[in-house]
Structures are given as structure tokens and as C-alpha cells.
């Protein structure tokens, strides 16, 4: 097959903050959501928190080495905001910065371009306090915060992330209380999401105002959502407000202002309370690129005739849709691998939003039960599969129009997996957690040889292995 990706296209790895520094308690770092979250019995697999995780804030260097030897171009990490901010307020931590410059001009020196996410999660504990997200005054801290890491970083780093899948932030946060900061209440929920959104619009601003030269985008988790009888129009309803609540909310409000029809009709004035006159005008904000978080598609069963939308706590707010059949294979996570969905997803955003000019793949990824063998070679046969695949399927869009620019594998390192703790890896470098030893995996072997073979201008797309 020719390589249908174009010769700047750049080929990356993705990480956050909490899930791989560790020294959470280090010069000076405040409080974050997670801290007090993961701290929490019961919240996290094996009470597992991130304050050590993969100890990056003092082996970054290496990591960042260990980047060039796997010829990786683009690095996209997260800022912690509570290292910089504490409180969260303007009591500014110049130790906090001063990791994140080191970094950058490792990244730099290394060759390797960074992008830099503002909020993976981890909210200073102290704006929480005060609300969090469901509080307005968190979007514009956030913007105050994002405007200052601009005008310090904004010389090195041109790609800027706002916020990581809103979604999550709202929906996981502050309604099912599966993440932190572990709420479970719809009105919350919705503030969040409001919240999310406008933070979006003024942080675009800020940042753009601390740095002529920032590329600014947002990452949003997006999926397809596949119902086993297209006939059934309950199911049709369902499947069109899960989309509206995942692909569109976000994606809507940054390009025309305003949510999907779906959602306001379905929420009403819950919704409406939280927005103020002139919301609009903040929400609409021009973007330099999409980021797209994918991992799989999302299957939808014919709703039981008795299920009613949840009004408190469950991972959606239908609860039949989480009920569906999953089909086979499937992840570590138990989410299915549908390489061909990544490329209808482009394909669909490009015909769905044509002001959206770039679209960067921000994460993609899967996490597979890896034990190393007796070699110690960690041969993740599937990891690799699902890697190539999903390449190949970028590439597939690429071809026919989709205006892709980077790709980014979640994840360089195994990590801290949120609730799931430890227990989940999707790095394709094995992380010891008792040694902190790395090894890279046969993915990363893969993934290398892939961006070589395109650096060549030769065949980018491999065929997968195993
Ligand atoms: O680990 C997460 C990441 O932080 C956000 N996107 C999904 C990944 C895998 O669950």
C-alpha cells in the first residue's frame, strides 16, 4: 500500500500528569481531586493512587531518551495545575514551572515536538472546594492559569490541548461518580459540562492572546455508536443521545455556540439554568486542530420497555445502554477492538464539521494483560495488531480526505488507569512499578519501525503481526 500520510505528519506518544509523575507531595505540589480521590478507600483497584506512579517528574530525562531511541516525534503530556497553582489561585509555584521547562527543552533538544494538554483531571483540590466544575468560577481560573503556562512555555510549545475529554470530567466526575472527585448528581453534571465548554472558549482566548504562535484544540473522547436493529426507533432516540452527550456537546459548542437540539429538548431548563446571556460568544471559538481521543466503537441493544433515563448516578444517563452486547475481541478493559471505527469517525467528523481544518489523534490504545516472558521481552503481540490496525485505518480516511496530522499512542508508559489503578496497562513500554525499570515492548519495536518506514517515505502501513 503507499504511504497515504502526508510528509509532515507527525507520529506520537500521549501521558498525563497524575498518571505518571509521581512526587505528588514534591516542590511544593498542592492538593489534586485524585490525591484526596484515590486516597479514599474503595475508589481505586488495590487502593491504588498516583503518588509514585511511573516517577517520571525525576526520571523524565530518561524517559524522554528512551522517546528519541523509539524515534518518536510528538510528545503530548499534560500540566499538573495544582504544581504551578497550589491552591489554584494565583499563588504561582515557580518549582512547578520549572519541571515543565526542563522537559520542554528536553523534548526540544531530543527532536521531538511537544504538545502540551492544560487539564487531564487532575483539579487543585482547593478550587474543588469551592465547587470544581460545577462552579463558573473554575472555567475562568482556568483560563487566568492557561494564559500564564502560555506566556511562560509559549516560546517552545506551539500545540496546546484545553481540557482532556470533557465528557469524562463531566459525566464520570459528577455523575457517576466512578472518578474524581466522586460526585454523583445531575445538576452537577451539568454545570460540569457547561463549565468544561466555556473554559474551553476562554482558555482558546487566553492562550492565543500569551502566544501568537499557539495551535489550540480540544481532546474529546469520541466513538460511533452501533444499534443491533436500525429499525427500532427507541433505539434510534437512544443512540442519538448518546451521541449528542459524547461527540456532539462539545463539538458543537466550540463551532456554532450552542448544544445539540437533542440535549436541550431532553434537559430543558436543568440545562438552561446554567447558562448565562452571552455564553454563546464564549463557547463559539475558532480551532487549529480537533484532538480525538478513540479506542473503540459503542454498542447499543433495543432498551428494555421499562428502563428510564437515570437521574442520579450510572455511567450514562440511560442505563440500557450500558446493557448492550459487546462483541468479540475485546481489550483488557473489556472494550472491543473495531479498528474500521476509527476510520468512519473521521470520515464522519470531517463531513459533520468541515470548519474543523486539522484533526490530531490524541490518544489511541488498548490495554492487554502483558506479562514479560522469561527473556524478559514483553511480547504483546495484540497491542501491536491493534496499533497497526487502527493505522491502517487513519490512513484509509487520510486517502480519502480526512485532514489527519498526528497520531498519538496511549500510551509511551504503563500507567496509573484512573479508578482501575495499576491493574490496567496500555503502554507500550512495561513499567517494573517495584524497580521503575522500562522496557519497551514488541509494539514499541513496531510503532518505531512504522514511523521509520514513513520518515523513508516508504511503506508506512504495516501489516499487523503475530
Ligand atoms: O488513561 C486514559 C486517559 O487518561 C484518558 N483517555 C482514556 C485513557 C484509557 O482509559
Known amino acids: 500500500m503507499p504511504n497515504p500520510f502526508p510528509r509532515e505528519f507527525k507520529w506520537g506518544v500521549a501521558t498525563a500528569s497524575y498518571q505518571i509523575e509521581g512526587s505528588s507531595a514534591s516542590d511544593g505540589r498542592g492538593t489534586s481531586i485524585w490525591d484526596t480521590f484515590s486516597h479514599t478507600s474503595g475508589k481505586t483497584v488495590n487502593g491504588d493512587t498516583g503518588d509514585v506512579a511511573c516517577d517520571h517528574y525525576r ?28 491552591n489554584g489561585d494565583e499563588k504561582l509555584e515557580p518549582r512547578g514551572f520549572d519541571f515543565y521547562d526542563r522537559l520542554v527543552d528536553e523534548l526540544l533538544e531530543a527532536g521531538i515536538s511537544p504538545m502540551a494538554t492544560l487539564y487531564h483531571w487532575d483539579l487543585p483540590q482547593a478550587l474543588q472546594d469551592r465547587g470544581g466544575w460545577a462552579n463558573r468560577e473554575t472555567a475562568y481560573a482556568f483560563a487566568s492559569y492557561a494564559e500564564k503556562v502560555a506566556a511562560r512555555l509559549g516560546d517552545r510549545v506551539e500545540q496546546w490541548v484545553t481540557l482532556n475529554e470533557p465528557w469524562c470530567v463531566a459525566w464520570l466526575g459528577y455523575m457517576s461518580g466512578v472518578h474524581a472527585p466522586g460526585i454523583k448528581n445531575l445538576d452537577q453534571a451539568l454545570a460540569a459540562a457547561h463549565h468544561t465548554a466555556l473554559a474551553h472558549g476562554l482558555a482558546t482566548r487566553a492562550i492565543r492572546s500569551a ?19 436500525p429499525g427500532n426507533a427507541d433505539l434510534s432516540t437512544l443512540a442519538d443521545l448518546m451521541d449528542a452527550h459524547v461527540n456532539r456537546w462539545w463539538l458543537d459548542a466550540f463551532t456554532i455556540g450552542a448544544y445539540p437540539r437533542a440535549l436541550t429538548d431532553f434537559y430543558g431548563p436543568k440545562l438552561q439554568a446554567h447558562i448565562e446571556p452571552g455564553d454563546e460568544d464564549i463557547l463559539r471559538v475558532g480551532t487549529d486542530f480537533l484532538g480525538i481521543n478513540y479506542y473503540s466503537d459503542s454498542f447499543l441493544g433495543v432498551p428494555a420497555a421499562d428502563a428510564k433515563p437515570m437521574q442520579d448516578g450510572g455511567l450514562f444517563p440511560f442505563p440500557q445502554a450500558a446493557s448492550s452486547p459487546i462483541p468479540e475481541p475485546k481489550t483488557a478493559m473489556g472494550w472491543p477492538i473495531t479498528a ?29 494483560d502483558d506479562v514479560p516472558s522469561e527473556d524478559g521481552r514483553i511480547l504483546d503481540h495484540q497491542r501491536a495488531n491493534y496499533l497497526t490496525s487502527h493505522i491502517a485505518a487513519v490512513g484509509e480516511a487520510v486517502e480519502l480526505g480526512a485532514p489527519v496530522v498526528s497520531y498519538h ?18 503502554g507500550l513500554v512495561y513499567v517494573d512499578y517495584e524497580s521503575q525499570n522500562r522496557t519497551p515492548k514488541l509494539s514499541a519495536e513496531v510503532y518505531r519501525s512504522l514511523i521509520l518506514a514513513h520518515a523513508s517515505d516508504s511503506e508506512a502501513v504495516q501489516q499487523p503481526v503475530g
Open 59 to 86: 526520571r523524565y530525562a530518561a524517559d524522554v531518551a528512551l522517546m528519541r531511541e523509539l524515534a518518536i516525534q510528538s510528545y503530548r503530556f499534560s500540566i499538573s495545575w495544582p504544581r504551578i497553582f497550589p
Open 211 to 229: 502566544s501568537s504562535t499557539a495551535n489550540v484544540g480540544l481532546a474529546l473522547n469520541m466513538t460511533n455508536y452501533r444499534v443491533d436493529d
Open 340 to 368: 474500521s471505527g476509527i476510520r468512519d469517525l473521521l470520515l464522519r467528523v470531517s463531513r459533520d464539521w468541515p470548519s474543523v481544518e486539522a484533526i490530531a489523534i490524541t490518544e489511541n490504545g488498548a490495554a492487554f
Open 409 to 426: 499512542a496511549w500510551s509511551f508508559l504503563d500507567n496509573f488507569e484512573w479508578a482501575e489503578g495499576y491493574s490496567k496497562r496500555f
